[in-house]
């Protein structure tokens, strides 16, 4: 009988050389607080998106860069997430006739805790498991919500979605709604970097780096992975809340596999192994697609030729791309006698 | 008897029909250095796992300091006060030496879900302690990848020994060494025993270093404990020189 | 609706032929990721892709020949030939390179190519969805009518199962394979050129879904994103059955064909969660699947 195949490990690279995500991180702060001043609102629309999506895709990096597996069903607390904001508001609208400030901030807030509850029960029996299975697994869980969310017309509207989202007078402006965006992401962001340097984050790159020797350190291998699963669909679910509000609708295409899929190209794309290697892929990502398909049909075909020539000629992302050559670039000035540490 | 630091009764493990252990009985006091050792095959790997919690025993009991701790996960075994080193040294080869101990010290003091602290600082000089002691000092910025096969097991070993154990258990600790790294590592193994009072249990092949370094050696032979004794009394046993020796010079 | 035994009957036989459609993709892909352990996204679209060329080949026949059922043969039996030498280019040139890479950048290339693949198929055969009539006179079955072509489907399916089967078990080269699954380690050693089995087998799992797609184009239409829908179905195939498993595959294809079939009867928009449902039970009671091997570390 044959015999499955050993499931191969996933080791990513380490997040390494924190400068360098820093350094990165410190330019794009500036450059999307100054995205309003471009000519129309186009550009604050694509970067509304491109914050929510990589929102998600760091969400998504915390299980993989991080813990070294892969969530193939992602979405799932992203979309959980969009529709307990969604549900809500549209309950709170059809109540009272709109939304009030406090009501938008009770549906947004909501998101976290039903992500958060969805991916302890899910991710209960997903850490079970490592490597392709962990993977099939958080597949399998995503589709099978995806389907109930699709299928559940009385209370989801199945197919066609929740249309007609309305915030409050302030959050329709696009500018309001954009900076509201970027100050949540950016707390986001703040809290996941203080993590990623935390004696937590420490005990994840252990589990990743090798979950046998971590298990005989004295970490409760399922239970630090169980913690981790909840933390990124809390993420995940902050990210949701914000889609509602932003589309005005969700539909259960936010729980589907597509979308799993676009927090791995993004992570991919940018450097799973950087800290904010997420955000740089959402940026190419979202911003290709949101300027390629003004000018053609073959967006898929676009964006699979970069994707192609990015796993095939920049292995670790783009920002393994600047980082060889910032370090080339370094090693030239200093000279070749020197010796080559690798920061801690 | 109170005063054992661990106490294993009846132990029994079937591996698909191979009795990898048993009925094996054997206790160990606090402060004692021991080895076990038997030819390939002899279930000296086994035993250690079935203390540690990666196997669970078929049958039989293990206490440590009185308290039963059969069965248990692996992690709690450590944090009841026994450490482990692998006969492959087991690391984590992505981060840095310093990493690597340092991360080990803030799982003991239970920084494990600590989501807020600053990693680079908790434990940083106890870390710088601990690898100074396993003469890691120059390496302390490399990643652990690229250390040498000696200084990985080194690293190990400072790994182990940041969850402040009570029992050491080291697999085959001077394996893949050169003679001068292991009778260095073996000082140092000494040194621990001697100088902290911690209680060492190791295997090894090499009966030089298990007769120069073990006060007490039990062998073990398809499973079973063949003799428990002074290293003296285990090399005259007519019993071990048939199985154990005579199988090598064979 | 009432259940008589004749409806079941012809929901059993939906189901069987549904059944057979994703074993001859799912076996492929099983076979591909035993021995190489690579997981291949595209392996649906490179399916649909055999479609769209079967299909072509198929009025291109009838136009220049005359009408008749039967050139779905040599159509068929070309775009088979064709899409095993692509499967073994798409080796050679781009899978070779990702044997030693993390899974998540074998899924990113494999889902390049099914976004490529994908645009070109739209490029060329655009965006209407493609089926082939068959003359064929509905068949009494128990009462009822039903189209005998899908005897034909399950047909080629069992036949397809044990064609692999006999070719993995009592053939050399089918030995070889199986030996990888086992130990690549051992295959090199004795001294079989490896690159150049990787190369046949992806293009052998290529071959049996290509060879599907032209078999099943008159039951089912074909149209872009159909690839989509199908390749998670294969995954839960694959893993339901166990990694490498041919017994396994069609075991489990059987399962999901038949379920699924039936799940239509009775919740039409819930069918495929069904799947799920069950592909999240065996992978918590056994993730090795049904007919895989526990791997023990």
């Not at chain 1, 709109?98 to 958060?116: D, N, Q, R, W």
């Not at chain 1, 936010?254 to 794309?269: D, Q, T």
Request: proline share 4%.
């Amino acid at each position: 009988m044959a015999m499955p195949a050993p499931a191969k490990e996933t080791t990513a690279k380490p997040p390494g050389q924190p400068d360098l995500s820093l350094c990165v991180g410190l330019f794009l702060a500036p450059a999307f607080f100054l995205v309003p001043l471009l000519p129309g609102e186009y550009p604050v629309y694509v970067a509304t998106e491109i914050l929510i999506l990589g929102l998600f895709a760091m969400s998504f990096n915390l299980i993989y860069g991080y813990m070294g597996q892969i969530s193939f069903g992602h979405a799932a607390y992203f979309g959980l997430g969009a529709y307990a904001t969604a549900l809500l508001m549209q309950y709170l609208q059809q109540e009272t006739g709109a939304v009030g400030y406090f009501g938008f901030f009770l549906s947004m807030l909501i998101a976290v805790p039903v992500s958060a509850l969805g991916a302890l029960i899910i991710g209960f029996f997903i850490v079970r498991l490592t490597g392709i299975y962990f993977a099939m697994l958080s597949l399998a869980f995503g589709e099978l919500l995806f389907y109930i969310v699709f299928s559940w017309y009385s209370f989801t509207k199945g197919d066609d979605g929740i249309q007609g989202l309305l915030p409050p007078a302030f959050f329709r402006d696009v500018y309001n709604f954009y900076y509201f965006t970027l100050i949540v992401v950016a707390c986001a962001l703040l809290v996941m970097w203080r993590i990623s340097r935390s004696p937590f984050g420490y005990t994840l790159r252990m589990l990743r780096e090798n979950a046998q020797r971590a298990a005989f350190v004295g970490i409760n291998v399922r239970l630090t992975m169980l913690v981790n699963f909840v933390l990124a669909g809390a993420f995940a679910g902050l990210a949701g809340s914000l889609w509602g509000p932003f589309q005005r609708s969700v539909s259960p295409a936010l729980l589907g596999w597509h979308e799993s899929g676009l927090a791995i190209f993004m992570s991919l794309i940018g450097g799973a192994g950087y800290f904010i290697g997420p955000v740089v892929g959402s940026i190419v990502y979202t911003g290709l697609y949101a300027y390629v398909t003004r000018f053609t049909d073959y967006w898929p075909l676009t964006i699979g030729v970069i994707i192609l020539a990015v796993v095939l000629f920049a292995p670790g992302g783009l920002l393994s791309l600047l980082d060889n050559a910032l370090r080339r670039l370094r090693e030239k000035r200093d000279g070749d006698g020197e010796r080559r540490e690798r920061k801690p | 008897m109170s005063g054992d630091l661990l106490r294993i009764e009846g132990l029994t493990k079937m591996f698909g029909g191979i009795q990898a252990a048993h009925n094996i009985d054997y206790t160990l006091s606090k402060g004692e250095i021991a080895a076990i050792i038997g030819p390939n095959g002899a279930g000296k790997s086994t035993v250690f796992g079935l203390i540690t919690g990666a196997q669970k025993p078929d049958t039989g009991r293990i206490w440590f300091e009185g308290r039963d701790i059969t069965g248990l996960p692996a992690h709690e075994i450590v944090n009841a006060g026994i450490s482990r080193a692998f006969q492959v040294a087991n690391i984590f080869p992505k981060l840095t030496v310093l990493e690597n101990v340092r991360s080990s010290l803030q799982v003991r003091r239970g920084h494990v879900f600590s989501l807020f602290g600053d990693a680079r600082r908790l434990c940083a000089e106890e870390a710088g302690e601990l690898i100074d002691r396993c003469d890691l000092s120059d390496k302390r910025l490399l990643e652990a990848a690229d250390l040498s096969q000696g200084d990985k097991k080194r690293l190990e070993l400072a790994i182990a020994l940041s969850s402040a154990p009570k029992l050491l258990l080291l697999d085959e600790p001077v394996a893949g060494m050169s003679r001068d790294e292991a009778s260095q590592t073996m000082d140092l193994v000494t040194r621990l025993n001697e100088e902290m009072g911690l209680t060492i249990l190791f295997t090894e092949h090499n009966m030089s270093i298990v007769f120069g370094h073990a006060k007490r050696v039990l062998l073990l032979h398809r499973g079973e404990a063949i003799i428990d004794g002074s290293p003296q009394e285990v090399r005259d046993s007519p019993v071990a020189q048939e199985i154990y020796f005579g199988e090598q010079v064979l | 609706m009432v259940y008589d035994l004749t409806s079941l009957l012809i929901q059993l036989l939906s189901g069987l032929s549904r059944a057979m459609m994703l074993f001859l993709l799912a076996s492929g892909l099983s076979l591909i990721f035993g021995v190489m352990n690579i997981l291949n996204f595209a392996h649906a679209t490179l399916w649909m892709l055999a479609g769209y060329l079967t299909y072509t080949l198929f009025q291109f026949f009838t136009a220049t020949m005359g009408e008749s059922g039967w050139w779905l043969l040599p159509s068929t039996f070309l775009a088979t030939a064709a899409l095993f030498a692509l499967g073994c280019l798409i080796e050679f040139v781009l899978i070779r390179r990702m044997y030693d890479r993390e899974l998540p950048e074998q899924l990113l290339l494999t889902f390049a190519l099914i976004l490529i693949i994908g645009d070109v198929i739209k490029m060329i055969w655009g965006v209407d969805n493609l089926r082939i009539y068959m003359p064929i006179e509905p068949m009494e079955f128990f009462d009822s009518f039903v189209n005998p072509y899908s005897f034909v489907v399950i047909g080629v399916g069992v036949a397809v199962a044990a064609g692999l089967w006999w070719f993995l078990h009592h053939t050399r080269y089918g030995k070889t394979i199986r030996a990888a699954v086992h130990s690549r380690e051992m295959v090199s050693a004795l001294g079989i050129r490896i690159g150049a089995m990787y190369t046949a087998v992806f293009g052998l799992g290529v071959a049996v879904a290509a060879m599907s797609a032209g078999v099943f184009l008159p039951i089912v239409p074909i149209g872009l994103g159909i690839d989509m829908d199908l390749i998670v179905q294969c995954f839960a195939v694959v893993v339901i059955g166990g990694f490498g498993s041919i017994l396994g595959t069609f075991v489990a294809s059987i399962i999901v064909g038949v379920v699924y079939s039936f799940s239509v009867l009775i919740w039409p928009d819930g069918a495929l969660a069904i799947i799920f449902v069950i592909l999240v039970a065996v992978l918590i009671w056994r993730p090795w699947g049904l007919f895989g091997t526990e791997l023990r570390s």
